[in-house]
């Protein structure tokens, strides 16, 4: 089998899913699931540089934010892994009385993992881990934008699995759509909403599942009853951490105009607490991944304050090292550019708010974020969980709920499709079958002919039923 014939790994991998879901139960997937911890923690200083290499991502940033979560999502998937595959029992209703029902997780079969390069490991990683317990063979796609951890990971796993169910293949734009063009099972995409359209017109032309881990402009609404310092620690950290370029960051702060000026102050200080005077030279801020997002998101912020936005904090730049300071914007309008598109980088505008109804008609008139982050009392907050709709909302906090191994993460509409993580992860790549028994169920009493005793029995279950 050529290593790099996208073609022939489906074949080999599809020939072994036959034997491999006879033999690959929860002994087998746990091995595997430990097997792919263990090289994580054994190689983490190497996953560090290699990320360090592609966009000059800080060491210990890299353990906090890419090793640390995936070792807790493994370690999380392999001891909740023998009850998620117990075979699920269902109560009857009234009219299946005399069966009885279960739901049994079987294996997709042969899934592609395309990752994403801003949490290389992370983000392809975990749902490997997802796709293995749920007992399927995997082709993993790693980001062309991150090539050091794209060929890292490319010996990790060739160390680890056979090739029959697990390959890695490298490659760009024109590989992915080799792949895309096979008839695989389920496909698990993290990346931009723009390139989740092209692989679920993809998916759809052979019938294949997927699940999306897209993104979207994630608020953060500031009300006037907020612990400000939190809410200036929270959101520094949240925002500026991987430079912005994070799917779970705060893209833009909404604050109540009582608070704004206070708000501000205290979130340029924690920018100087976290990053120094001159971000520039400090050991613990990242560059943009490459100069094309660079131009991007300087032509975003250049855009604005040409259209008479103000940047209050940062705002200094290099273009050969891929260098923008933490940013902090204010005077934006909702027509600007920057106010449309995803960020995804280190600026973060600033829009002050009179009525909170007026911040939740304008967060309902977008597209659904994946992410949504209140820091307020819990009264206001429950509103505002139940008046929007996102993938998922933090209260006094952010980017947390994304790491959380209990809850689902995903998005909704334009963020994303299906849910990830810990038991969604393993229901994702999972077909929940469907299995139902005979034992003593009276429904043949309904079979034709249709005469007058059907039809009286009939009337009496539908009222019954009501």
């Given at each position: 089998?050529?290593?790099?014939?996208?073609?022939?790994?489906?074949?080999?991998?599809?020939?072994?899913?036959?034997?491999?879901?006879?033999?690959?139960?929860?002994?087998?997937?746990?091995?595997?699931?430990?097997?792919?911890?263990?090289?994580?923690?054994?190689?983490?200083?190497?996953?560090?540089?290699?990320?360090?290499?592609?966009?000059?991502?800080?060491?210990?940033?890299?353990?906090?934010?890419?090793?640390?979560?995936?070792?807790?999502?493994?370690?999380?998937?392999?001891?909740?892994?023998?009850?998620?595959?117990?075979?699920?029992?269902?109560?009857?209703?009234?009219?299946?009385?005399?069966?009885?029902?279960?739901?049994?997780?079987?294996?997709?079969?042969?899934?592609?993992?395309?990752?994403?390069?801003?949490?290389?490991?992370?983000?392809?990683?975990?749902?490997?881990?997802?796709?293995?317990?749920?007992?399927?063979?995997?082709?993993?796609?790693?980001?062309?934008?991150?090539?050091?951890?794209?060929?890292?990971?490319?010996?990790?796993?060739?160390?680890?699995?056979?090739?029959?169910?697990?390959?890695?293949?490298?490659?760009?734009?024109?590989?992915?759509?080799?792949?895309?063009?096979?008839?695989?099972?389920?496909?698990f995409f993290t990346g931009s909403p723009k390139v989740g359209k092209i692989v679920m017109a993809a998916?759809?032309?052979?019938?294949?599942?997927?699940?999306?881990?897209?993104?979207?402009?994630?608020?953060?609404?500031?009300?006037?009853?907020?612990?400000?310092?939190?809410?200036?620690?929270?959101?520094?950290?949240?925002?500026?951490?991987?430079?912005?370029?994070?799917?779970?960051?705060?893209?833009?702060?909404?604050?109540?105009?009582?608070?704004?000026?206070?708000?501000?102050?205290?979130?340029?200080?924690?920018?100087?607490?976290?990053?120094?005077?001159?971000?520039?030279?400090?050991?613990?801020?990242?560059?943009?991944?490459?100069?094309?997002?660079?131009?991007?998101?300087?032509?975003?912020?250049?855009?604005?304050?040409?259209?008479?936005?103000?940047?209050?904090?940062?705002?200094?730049?290099?273009?050969?090292?891929?260098?923008?300071?933490?940013?902090?914007?204010?005077?934006?309008?909702?027509?600007?550019?920057?106010?449309?598109?995803?960020?995804?980088?280190?600026?973060?505008?600033?829009?002050?708010?009179?009525?909170?109804?007026?911040?939740?008609?304008?967060?309902?008139?977008?597209?659904?974020?994946?992410?949504?982050?209140?820091?307020?009392?819990?009264?206001?907050?429950?509103?505002?969980?139940?008046?929007?709709?996102?993938?998922?909302?933090?209260?006094?906090?952010?980017?947390?709920?994304?790491?959380?191994?209990?809850?689902?993460?995903?998005?909704?509409?334009?963020?994303?499709?299906?849910?990830?993580?810990?038991?969604?992860?393993?229901?994702?790549?999972?077909?929940?079958?469907?299995?139902?028994?005979?034992?003593?169920?009276?429904?043949?009493?309904?079979?034709?002919?249709?005469?007058?005793?059907?039809?009286?029995?009939?009337?009496?279950?539908?009222?019954?039923?009501?």
């Open positions: 089998m050529e290593q790099h014939d996208p073609a022939a790994i489906f074949a080999a991998q599809t020939r072994y899913s036959p034997q491999r879901r006879l033999g690959f139960g929860l002994k087998e997937r746990r091995a595997a699931l430990i097997a792919l911890r263990d090289a994580v923690i054994a190689r983490q200083d190497e996953i560090a540089a290699a990320i360090a290499a592609d966009f000059n991502r800080p060491l210990t940033e890299t353990l906090v934010i890419d090793v640390m979560p995936l070792v807790q999502e493994i370690g999380h998937t392999r001891k909740q892994l023998r009850g998620w595959m117990r075979p699920r029992r269902v109560w009857p209703s009234l009219g299946m009385l005399g069966t009885s029902a279960k739901v049994v997780a079987e294996p997709r079969g042969v899934c592609l993992v395309i990752g994403a390069w801003n949490f290389p490991f992370l983000l392809t990683l975990g749902p490997l881990a997802s796709a293995l317990a749920a007992g399927n063979s995997v082709v993993v796609k790693p980001s062309e934008l991150a090539p050091a951890s794209s060929a890292l990971m490319a010996r990790m796993l060739a160390d680890l699995f056979p090739p029959e169910l697990v390959q890695v293949v490298e490659g760009g734009v024109e590989v992915t759509g080799t792949l895309l063009a096979l008839p695989f099972d389920h496909i998916a759809a032309k052979t019938l294949a599942s997927v699940t999306l881990e897209l993104g979207g402009k994630s608020p953060v609404i500031i009300g006037p009853g907020a612990d400000l310092a939190k809410a200036a620690k929270w959101v520094a950290w949240g925002k500026f951490f991987n430079t912005g370029q994070t799917c779970v960051a705060p893209d833009h702060v909404f604050v109540h105009e009582s608070v704004e000026a206070a708000f501000t102050t205290a979130l340029r200080a924690e920018v100087v607490r976290l990053f120094g005077r001159n971000p520039g030279t400090s050991p613990d801020f990242g560059r943009v991944v490459n100069a094309r997002n660079w131009q991007r998101v300087t032509g975003l912020l250049d855009a604005a304050v040409a259209d008479g936005a103000e940047v209050i904090a940062g705002g200094e730049r290099d273009a050969a090292t891929r260098f923008l300071a933490p940013t902090v914007l204010v005077k934006t309008t909702e027509a600007m550019a920057i106010s449309q598109e995803e960020i995804f980088g280190p600026v973060l505008p600033i829009i002050p708010f009179a009525d909170l109804a007026e911040v939740i008609a304008r967060i309902n008139r977008g597209e659904k974020p994946l992410a949504l982050y209140v820091f307020e009392k819990a009264r206001v907050a429950d509103r505002i969980v139940a008046e929007t709709s996102s993938g998922s909302v933090g209260v006094n906090l952010v980017v947390m709920p994304f790491i959380h191994p209990n809850l689902p993460f995903g998005g909704v509409g334009n963020s994303g499709q299906g849910s990830a993580h810990g038991l969604a992860g393993f229901r994702a790549f999972s077909h929940e079958k469907a299995v139902m028994t005979n034992r003593f169920s009276l429904l043949f009493l309904l079979f034709p002919p249709y005469g007058g005793r059907v039809k009286r029995l009939s009337k009496l279950l539908i009222a019954l039923f009501r």
